[in-house]
């Protein structure tokens, strides 16, 4: 793979700099320049014109564009198993609060239910008491 990139670079070189001269022959003949005048300067917008025209030419441009989609590819894949992730922490969720709803309506119950026979406990201990009994004669005589 080495050597492939040092055989290219020469080829790249010279592809840019055909690409550079022809931008640069083309702005001159904008301008209004001839072959005895001055050639126009190089600007930073006619070289990224000719990297541009360059990675077209030579492909990078489509290899660059298939790498955004592998990667446009795997970012889907990996949103729709977040999504499924999501789905399944929902679920957990639902079933976790319906036990812990059962849970507390038992305990609801149950603490009724104690608190009821605590009551009627304490109701019959009242009324069991000398103080209670002398206060519902006092009531009924």
């Known amino acids: 793979m080495l050597g492939k990139n040092t055989e290219e ?3 790249k070189e010279n592809l ?7 931008l640069a022959a083309t702005a001159g003949e904008i301008k209004g320049n001839h072959q005895g005048q001055e ?3 190089l600007t930073l917008a006619m070289a990224s014109q000719a ?3 360059e990675a ?4 990078t441009a489509n290899q660059f564009l298939d790498n955004v989609h ?3 590819e795997k970012l889907r894949e990996f949103l729709s198993q977040a999504d499924s992730g999501v789905d399944a922490v929902a679920n957990i969720v639902s079933i976790a609060k319906e036990a812990l709803e059962k849970e507390l309506a038992l305990s609801s119950t149950q603490a009724k239910a104690e608190n009821l026979s605590t009551s009627f406990q304490l109701l019959w201990n009242l009324i069991h008491t000398q ?4 206060f519902s004669g006092r009531l009924l005589a």
């Open 9 to 11: 670079t020469p080829a």
């Open 16 to 22: 840019t700099a055909t690409l550079l001269n022809h």
């Open 39 to 41: 050639e126009a300067p």
């Open 51 to 53: 990297l541009l025209r």
């Open 56 to 59: 077209i030419l030579t492909g």
């Open 70 to 72: 592998l990667w446009i």
């Open 131 to 134: 103080e209670f009994q002398q």
